[in-house]
């Protein structure tokens, strides 16, 4: 386990951050992604989407709870949770079927956090109280899996 505290300026600070955590990611690794509304979670998610050639395609899945996107045979699925009472919903629609099968960033992820596996990075955003263009984000990485990619991206400084 490992945890970092970064501060983004603006919202593209927060996509650069997507960008580059998607570049060490493959299939079966998991991202869950925790804030208040409008905290970045899906901006996140664009730079997520755009290392891969696909940032023209990014949708909220607020009402399809999951979107799937392929890109060079790679997976990435795209969820948000928010909508679900408890890890039972999931469970029916086959959810954790997914986690082997490609990149999966979930919104909200702690809802069905019992379905997760037990290495994976969740990232919480936070509004600043003054300066509506900051961004504070918490990076934690369970089991180790995760853990070179926290030291390689943030070099354990920032
Ligand atoms: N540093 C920053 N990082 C990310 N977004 C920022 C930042 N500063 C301002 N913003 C703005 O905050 C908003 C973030 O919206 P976004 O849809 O990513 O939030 P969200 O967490 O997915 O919200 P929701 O829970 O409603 O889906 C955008 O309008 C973006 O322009
Ligand atoms: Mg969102």
């Known amino acids: 386990m490992k945890h970092i ?6 919202e ?19 991202v869950v992604l925790t804030g208040e509304l409008g905290s970045g979670k899906t901006k996140l998610t664009e730079g997520f989407l755009t290392y891969f050639g696909l940032e023209n395609e990014i949708s909220s899945p607020t009402f399809t709870l999951v ?10 699925f795209h969820f948000d949770v928010y909508r679900l009472e408890d890890s039972s919903e999931f469970y029916a629609i ?27 990075i969740h990232i919480i955003l936070k509004k600043d109280d003054i300066n509506d263009n900051i961004r504070l984000i918490d990076v934690t990485s369970y089991g180790h899996k995760y853990d070179y990619i926290l ?8």
Do not use: H, R, V
């Open 5 to 10: 505290e970064i501060t983004t300026n603006n």
């Open 94 to 120: 086959g959810g954790e079927e997914y986690f082997e099968n490609g990149i999966c960033i979930i919104e909200w992820g702690e809802i069905i956090q019992d379905t997760l596996p037990e290495e994976y």
């Open 67 to 76: 979107n799937e996107y392929i890109k060079n045979d790679i997976k990435i």
């Open 12 to 30: 593209k600070e927060t996509l650069e951050l997507g960008k580059k955590l998607a570049s060490y990611l493959k299939k079966g690794d998991i």
């Open 151 to 158: 030291t390689d991206l943030f070099g354990g400084t920032k």
